[in-house]
């Protein structure tokens, strides 16, 4: 009879992450993630190159990112930089993931003020750019999926929330709070046998 396979080694958050560390990782996320695209950049920095965070634990944060108010990049870092280094940690991964941008737009800003609104090569620019990030969004999606969708209910939120949003055409927070409801009363705990739980 053959053996059963050892269970995987649950995932550690990196004891040796400094703020420097987080500062530097942030800075580069900010710096090159694009429009929506930023999702998949903060999957492929935080999970997949320093592997700080744990697939499952990208997830669970991002949901917490989708629910409240702000930017998704901006409450990642915190969430994360929290994670690692506390309060400190926060300070320095929203600080680092900011910079870029703000400074990207008062450079950007200036270049629009001294073209007087000249449009010529900025369509073409912007829709490469829009193009790219929808890409991203949909790479990101599948990876995600892929572990996250283990049952058919957890497909069927998701078509509630997509039909929601965009066949009915109610508000994200709406839709949110209606189908996170349904979720939490379908998955609450004694209703599932021990080897379906989440």
């Known amino acids: 009879m ?16 400094t703020l420097t560390d987080i500062f530097v990782g942030f800075l580069v996320i900010g710096a090159t ?9 903060l999957r492929s920095g935080l999970v997949g190159r320093r592997k700080w965070i744990a697939d499952e634990t990208f997830v669970e944060l991002l949901s917490i990112c989708q629910t409240l108010p702000g930017l998704n990049a901006s409450n990642m870092a915190i969430l994360v930089g929290d994670r690692l280094r506390g309060t400190a940690g926060a300070a320095v991964a929203l600080a680092g993931i900011c910079l870029p941008g703000a400074l990207m737009m008062v450079a950007a800003a200036a270049a629009y003020a001294a073209s007087r609104g000249s449009e010529v090569g900025i369509g073409a620019v912007l829709h490469g750019v829009s193009a790219a990030a929808v890409g991203l969004v949909l790479a990101v999606t599948f990876q995600l999926g892929r572990k996250s969708l283990t ?45 379906v739980k989440p």
């Open 2 to 17: 053959s053996e059963a396979p050892a269970p995987e080694a649950p995932f550690e958050t990196p004891p040796s992450v």
């Open 151 to 195: 049952r058919m209910s957890d497909l069927v939120f998701v078509a509630l929330t997509v039909i929601g949003v965009d066949l009915m055409h109610q508000s994200v927070l709406l839709v949110l709070v209606v189908v996170g409801a349904l979720a939490i009363y379908w998955y609450r705990p004694g209703r599932l046998p021990e080897h």
């Open 33 to 41: 993630s694009f429009g929506g695209g930023v999702v998949a950049y």
